[in-house]
């Protein structure tokens, strides 16, 4: 199949001459392989199923209400954890988002939820919604009474 060559032979031949004794047996020579072989299948269109809700990515934050004093209006400070640029280490970072609050209902110190929305002005994107306390009393005065529905001894009568 191929040529027999010496190391004396090789230097003998001009370059050109040296690859014409080479016979190649490969479909890509001169262009005979068409493109579309080589190039990838084109894909197929997404297949959208209408049951499935849409996927939101970073489209709500939460934080703690910072001032209510503007009508409709609060302003939300939010806290994030980032890795410093330089020391690597995990740091706080504050900021502060101006949130719709139509029913004027938050006080300084509510957790709120913020909600990506329509632009309400120049600074507001964001409508406020309530999340409730994680550690509430109610919570704790149900885990005391017992969610199995079981009376305690003392509550038991002989």
Not at 62 to 84: M, S, Y
Not at 87 to 104: M, S, V
């Amino acid at each position: 199949m191929f040529a027999t060559l010496t190391p004396s032979s090789v230097l003998q031949i001009p370059p050109l001459q040296r690859f014409k004794k080479l016979s190649l047996s490969t479909s890509f020579l001169h262009g005979s392989t068409p493109l579309s072989f080589l190039s990838k299948p084109a894909p197929s269109p997404p297949q959208t199923l209408n049951f499935l809700p849409s996927i939101r990515a970073m489209k709500s934050l939460q934080g703690r209400v910072v001032c209510a004093t503007n009508d409709k209006t609060v302003a939300v400070e939010v806290v994030r954890l980032a890795p410093h640029p330089k020391y690597k280490r995990r740091i706080r970072i504050k900021k502060k988002y101006q949130a719709h609050d139509p029913d004027n209902q938050f006080k300084v110190g509510d957790f709120v939820e913020l909600e990506k929305c329509r632009p309400i002005s120049k600074m507001k994107t964001f409508l406020a919604i309530p999340v409730p306390a994680r550690n509430s009393k109610q919570k704790v005065a149900e885990a005391a009474a017992g969610d199995l529905g079981i009376p305690l001894e003392s509550q038991q009568q002989v």
